[in-house]
């Protein structure tokens, strides 16, 4: 039993600097995103009637750069319900949140 738990917590000590190298993009977007853009960016239609864009869709991933991407997420969007999670944020937590948005893109 004891044994068990000083080898669980051995191997936690391991995974923390990783962790902290290298946001999980996956798991920022299920605690801060999903509600209100799904789990694989289209947005639940309470959301999406709205005028939540569906972020899978070539004509919007095509009409945004990564730089407005990463900006609207630091800077919300006034007037919406986006909000500006740059005070939530790291800056290396936003850019992992781009490339997860771009590769929504990809999955179908
Ligand atoms: C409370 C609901 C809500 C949450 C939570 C939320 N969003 Fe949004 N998001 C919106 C709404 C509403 C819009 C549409 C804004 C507009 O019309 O300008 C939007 C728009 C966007 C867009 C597209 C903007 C555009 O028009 O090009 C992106 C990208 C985005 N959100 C990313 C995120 C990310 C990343 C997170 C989590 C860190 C997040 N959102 C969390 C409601 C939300």
Redesign the pocket.
């Known amino acids: 039993m004891t044994r068990t738990l000083a080898l669980a917590l051995a191997l936690c000590a391991l995974a923390r600097p990783a962790a902290a190298q290298a946001p999980d993009a996956r798991a920022?977007?299920a605690?801060?995103?999903?509600?209100?853009?799904g789990l694989k960016g289209k947005?639940p239609m309470r959301?999406a009637v709205?005028?939540?864009?569906d972020?899978n869709a070539a004509d919007?991933q095509s009409?945004?750069t990564d730089k407005?991407?990463r900006a609207?997420?630091a800077d919300?969007?006034?007037?919406?319900?986006?909000?500006a999670?740059k005070a939530?944020?790291k800056s290396a937590e936003?850019d992992a949140?781009?490339k997860?948005?771009r590769g929504f893109a990809a999955k179908k």
């Open positions: 920022l977007w605690t801060h995103c999903q509600t209100c853009h947005a959301y709205q005028g939540v864009p972020l919007w009409m945004r407005q991407i609207l997420i919300g969007s006034k007037g919406t319900q986006m909000e999670f939530k944020l936003i949140l781009v997860l948005i």
